[in-house]
C-alpha cells in the first residue's frame, strides 16, 4: 500500500475521517443517479442503481480480506460492482483487493475521492466561455445541472451534482471529443459548485478518474484516498464501454 500523493486518513480539510466523506459521497451520489437509498450492511452499504451496466453496487469501507469476500459474496449475476475503499489512504487499491476476489472479477479505470469546500465565487462561470457558446444551469429534483452549448446548438459539455443537505456531488462530467481544451470542464464545474452553494451546500466531494483528478486539483480539489471499482464479470464477459465512479 502506498499513501505518497494522498494524505492522511483524516481528511484535514473537513476534520473528518475518510469513511464520513465516503458517507457524503453516497449521499449525493443517489441523488444524482436517482438510484435507491443505501442499505446499511456490516462491511459498508449496497446501493441499487437499475442500470444496465450496474445493476446495484456494494460499497465496502475500512476494507481487509474478510469484509471484501463477504461483500462480493453478496454479488449474485453480471452488473454487480464493487467500490472498495481501504483503512488507509492508498492509491493502487486494486493491487490488495486483486488478490482478494476470484478470477471472475475485473478492475475498471482508478478512482479518487476528491473534496472541496465551497465558498462564494466571484468568478461567473459563464465568463470564461469560447465566444458563441452558452452555458445553461438548472436545479430538478434534487440536482444541479449545467449544459455548455455549442455555437451551432449541439452539445459541447455537460455535468450534473447531486444534493444532500449541505454536501453535494458533482458527477457525469463530460466534454465532447470536438470542443475539448478549451476550459469547458472547468466552466461545468464552476457553475455546479456556485448553484450548489447557492442552493445550501457548504462541501463537495466527488469520486475521479486520473484525468478528472488533474482539472479538479486546478480548481482547487484535493484527492483524499483511492478507491478501487470492480465489477463481476462471468465466463466470457467484456469491459464496460463506460463505468462511471
Known sequence: MTSSSLTSSVDVALGRPVTSVVTDWISGWVVSRGASEPVARPWGWTIDV???GQVARHVV?????????EAADRAQVEGWWLKVFLPEPC???QRPVGA???PSWAFDTAAFLMTVQLEPDAQDAAGALPPDYDLRTW???GVV??????????LAARGQAG???DVTVPDQILTAPAHQRRGLGSVVMRALQQQAWAAGATRAVLGATPAGRA???TLGWRARTGFASAYLTGAGATVPASAPA
Open 50 to 52: 437499475g442500470q444496465p
Open 61 to 69: 469501507v475500512d476494507a481487509d480480506e474478510a469484509r471484501v469476500r
Open 91 to 93: 492509491d493502487e487499491p
Open 100 to 102: 482478494w476476489l476470484g
Open 139 to 141: 436545479v430538478r429534483g
Open 145 to 154: 445541472r449545467a449544459l455548455v452549448v455549442a455555437p451551432d446548438g449541439s
Open 163 to 165: 444534493l444532500a443537505g
Open 215 to 217: 482539472l479538479y486539483e
